[in-house]
């Protein structure tokens, strides 16, 4: 399971490996899948814990370069295939903006759902959690798309991708409420053509799979 010249992704059937997979397909690039079947332990196997030593999904290569963590892949792919497209220069104005949204998806609204009703018991250093409660998260994010098709303004971007995707999940597991502006966005999203080959060939599949 050695890089190879060329994009590869390391993908699993109905897993957060579809936001990697729709990042690619908005790109447009020639990229090759290697199915990780985290259902069968496959991300286990010594030889792609040599790739991403989490054994976790997604993982993507790049030639020699190998990069985890949706948001790290989303950032690389922008800035190597989609730069000033999909990923603001670095002396745009809204470049800050992108990177927070990018950031944001992974390190607070999904853990503001992943624990939505538990009780966090504070370290004894007193930090607390990282992010806010899930209600306020989606406050954050309904407030920042008012009046707004994209978190940027008019024009879609990698962070699209990474919140529209953290966001869809969450809705379609039901561990996120159904905030009209925020179910509105998510539905412009989905009318995306790359997003719709993204879930053809991460989840219908699977879910439409006789028996």
Not at 3 to 17: D, Q, V
Not at 134 to 148: F, I, T
């Amino acid at each position: 399971m050695a890089a190879k010249s060329g994009i590869t992704l390391y993908h699993s059937p109905a897993s957060r490996a579809f936001i990697a997979y729709w990042m690619l397909e908005e790109l447009g690039v020639r990229f090759r899948v290697e199915t990780v079947d985290i259902r069968k332990g496959e991300q286990r196997s010594p030889a792609y814990l040599k790739l991403n030593p989490s054994g976790k999904v997604p993982t993507l290569t790049d030639g020699k370069v190998v990069v985890s963590e949706n948001p790290a892949i989303c950032i690389y792919l922008a800035d190597r295939y989609g730069y000033g497209a999909l990923a603001p220069r670095i002396e745009a104005a809204e470049r800050g903006a992108y990177l927070k949204w990018m950031v944001y998806a992974t390190a607070v609204l999904e853990p503001a759902r992943a624990m939505h009703g538990a009780k966090v018991e504070a370290a004894p250093g007193g930090w607390g959690a990282g992010w806010q409660e899930l209600p306020q998260v989606l406050e954050v994010l309904d407030g920042a798309l008012k009046g707004r098709r994209h978190l940027l303004g008019e024009k879609f971007s990698a962070a699209d991708v990474m919140v529209g995707a953290t966001l869809a999940m969450g809705l379609l597991s039901h561990e996120i409420p159904e905030v009209p502006g925020l179910v509105d966005y998510t539905q412009r999203l989905a009318a995306r053509p790359a997003y719709n080959r993204a879930l053809d060939a991460t989840w219908i599949s699977l879910t439409t799979a006789p028996g």
